[in-house]
């Protein structure tokens, strides 16, 4: 069984993030979204609606934290808050359409991009990408802080 370098994996993943942001907003010319915001976005998808509290626990983020995000994106039109309508003391988040348009176009972009690149490689390359992608997921699970 070979080793797991651990700290040559996240050298390469967070760079490759920050790579894949820049040419996916550069592709499609997105705005500038904080990576903290495009997360909120992510755990909104189409049709779902959820608490600033809920929220927090699911992205293991402060209330606070959350609260300061969702007002900078409420300005910048991705969320809209409104009180809930079985208690009007809460409120209630949801995405907006343009913040999942963007979203969108920033997955397709990306998809895109990562397929171009890929076909720069060997086949084996390729072969070893695609073998790697569970266990990837796995890894990205059990780095995902759990709902509190």
């Given amino acids: 069984m070979t080793a797991l370098d651990a700290a040559r994996l996240a050298a390469v993943i967070s760079p490759l993030r920050r790579t894949l942001l820049t040419a996916a907003r550069a592709a499609e010319h997105l705005p500038e979204i904080p990576d903290a915001q495009i997360e909120i976005i992510r ?26 995000l969702l007002t900078q994106m409420e300005a910048a039109g991705l969320v809209e808050r409104r009180p809930r309508p079985e208690n009007r003391r809460q409120v209630e988040v949801l995405a907006t359409a343009r913040a999942l348009d963007l979203f969108d176009r920033f997955d397709l972009a990306s998809g895109a991009i ?14 070893a990408l695609a073998a790697a992608l569970p266990a990837l997921e796995r890894l990205r699970d059990a780095l995902t802080p759990p709902p509190s």
Avoid: K
């Fill in 114 to 127: 990562v397929a171009a690149a890929a076909a720069t490689l060997t086949p084996e390359d390729v072969d």
């Fill in 43 to 68: 755990a909104l998808p189409r049709d779902t609606v959820t608490t600033p509290g809920e929220l927090a626990g699911r992205l293991g983020l402060s209330r606070p934290t959350v609260s300061n």
